[in-house]
């Protein structure tokens, strides 16, 4: 898993809680990423992030927010807009914004009870 | 709409055999092409990459890739399959230099080497 590093791993939120997931990275790389994995699905982009106090939303950036505030990390938060957050969660970083390829975090899985 | 497609959700083989895992891309123009692995509730780990140059691509753990530029695949194998090698598999691609947004991950193929 490198150097970026999620918590926590696993995590329960009640209906209508919002909560935030961590990724931190020590690679030093400006582009960083958090993806949705869905059992039977390939990931899907949340949000990403080309530079520090910039991000873009992904393909299913609804009921999620983000900041990167800092290189190393890229917090992301599930509100209670998100319908079915129940899902496994991955951050990743690249050296930059272009073809290089992403080096993903442990996950964390999020179950909404 | 460009998109990366592995056709089989489940390969098995016999450790010690070949295996080979599919992955076909729909794109125009030139694609990056990635492998990944992932283990049980862990990260995906990077196995190996074609951007340009040789088509045949040798990466972790003895796993290779051919890029087919006619047939537009980019299969994954191994000469000699290990037990360890049991794991989810993804391929994905890119079609840009600059985005961020444009990576398309396949939806895995869970692959199961017996004894």
């Known amino acids: 898993d490198g150097g970026i590093t999620q918590s926590p791993k696993y995590l329960f939120r009640k209906e209508g809680q919002n909560v935030t997931l961590s990724c931190e990275q020590n690679?030093?790389?400006?582009?960083m990423y958090w993806y949705r994995q869905d059992p039977g699905q390939g990931l899907r982009l949340i949000y990403y992030?080309?530079?520090?106090?910039?991000?873009q939303k992904g393909d299913i950036a609804e009921g999620y927010s983000v900041s990167r505030e800092k290189k190393e990390s890229f917090p992301l938060t599930v509100t209670s807009a998100q319908k079915n957050p129940t899902a496994f969660y991955l951050c990743a970083s690249s050296i930059r914004a272009g073809g290089d390829e992403q080096f993903f975090g442990p996950g964390t899985r999020l179950t909404v009870l | 709409a460009q998109s990366v497609a592995q056709p089989e959700d489940q390969v098995n083989v016999a450790e010690g055999n070949p295996l080979t895992v599919k992955c076909t891309y729909s794109v125009s123009g030139n694609p990056y092409l990635f492998w990944y692995v992932q283990y049980p509730n862990r990260g995906l780990q990077f196995l190996l990459k074609y951007i340009t140059g040789d088509n045949l691509v040798k990466g972790s753990y003895g796993f290779e890739a051919e890029f087919n530029k006619s047939q537009t695949s980019f299969h994954l194998k191994k000469p000699s399959a290990l037990v360890s090698d049991s794991a989810l598999y993804f391929c994905a691609s890119r079609f840009s230099a600059y985005n961020n947004n444009d990576m398309r991950f396949g939806a895995g193929t869970r692959l199961t080497v017996k004894p």
């Open positions: 690679l030093n790389h400006d582009a």
């Open positions: 992030s080309q530079i520090v106090n910039d991000f």
